[in-house]
């Protein structure tokens, strides 16, 4: 899952979603860059490349009434999870970098996962070929401050132009503050009897990432991209 959104973005919760409210947000505030989504979401085709154990995909089914979905991530245990959590996704397991489909979507999504991948570069020029002509590519990610302008050089020279761009550092720490205290209650208060890679899996408030995006040498950066 991802690290979560507590920020000035509201999205209405339902009941039995509650404790995942941040994660939610998160997926929501990034899908509500794409214009009319709201209004036409029923009509448009999206793919999730990292979709995960498929949050976001449930995300788009019931809070966005969006039902041509498909889905890629690499962990096959992952596809195996998310296919009996969302049902009538089409469910992939692929390296975000070897996956190819002929299909051409609205959205192309991609949420805190490409950070992961061995070229962000070869992605972009992936995910650029996914799109319709007046598609929209939603990517949003953790960026060292050093390769921003990097990053950001490989979407021209992937064919694509930023239409907006927002930092959330500060909502995303807030929810890793939140969520580190309810979620992990001993690795918050006794740090020291956790080692760090446990901190780092987990995200609390002990780890790398967490500070690192509190003293903003990283960005969580979400961006709306359309075709050059
Ligand atoms: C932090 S999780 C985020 C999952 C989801 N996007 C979310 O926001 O809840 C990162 C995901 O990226 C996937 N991933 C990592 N490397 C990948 C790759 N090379 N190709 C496709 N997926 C990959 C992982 O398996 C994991 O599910």
Redesign the pocket.
């Known amino acids: 899952?991802?690290l979560g959104f507590m920020g000035k973005y509201a999205v209405e919760i339902k009941t039995q979603d509650k404790n995942d409210a941040h994660?939610i947000s998160l997926y929501s505030k990034m899908l509500d860059k794409v214009p009319q989504i709201r209004e036409k979401g029923k009509s448009m085709s999206v793919i999730e490349?990292?979709?995960?154990r498929g949050?976001?995909c449930y995300v788009m089914k019931n809070y966005f009434d969006i039902c041509d979905i498909t889905a890629?991530?690499?962990?096959s245990a992952?596809i195996k999870l998310a296919s009996k959590f969302v049902p009538d996704v089409e469910f992939i397991s692929c390296?975000?970098?070897e996956f190819t489909t002929e299909k051409k979507f609205d959205i192309v999504l991609n949420?805190?996962?490409s950070h992961?991948?061995s070229s962000r570069l070869s992605f972009f020029k992936k995910a650029a070929l996914m799109m319709k002509e007046d598609a929209c590519f939603l990517f949003g990610d953790m960026i060292r401050k050093t390769e921003l302008e990097e990053v950001e050089k490989m979407f021209t020279q992937s064919g694509l132009k930023i239409i907006e761009v927002e930092t959330i550092n500060e909502g995303v720490v807030n929810s890793i503050e939140k969520n580190s205290r309810k979620q992990y209650p001993l690795a918050t208060r006794f740090p020291f009897l956790f080692p760090r890679r446990i901190h780092s899996f987990f995200v609390t408030i002990h780890s790398q990432a967490y500070k690192r995006l509190k003293s903003k040498d990283v960005l969580y950066n979400l961006y709306l991209l359309k075709k050059l």
């Open positions: 899952m991802n994660h490349i990292g979709c995960g949050g976001g890629v991530d690499l962990s992952n390296d975000a970098i949420l805190e996962s992961r991948y």
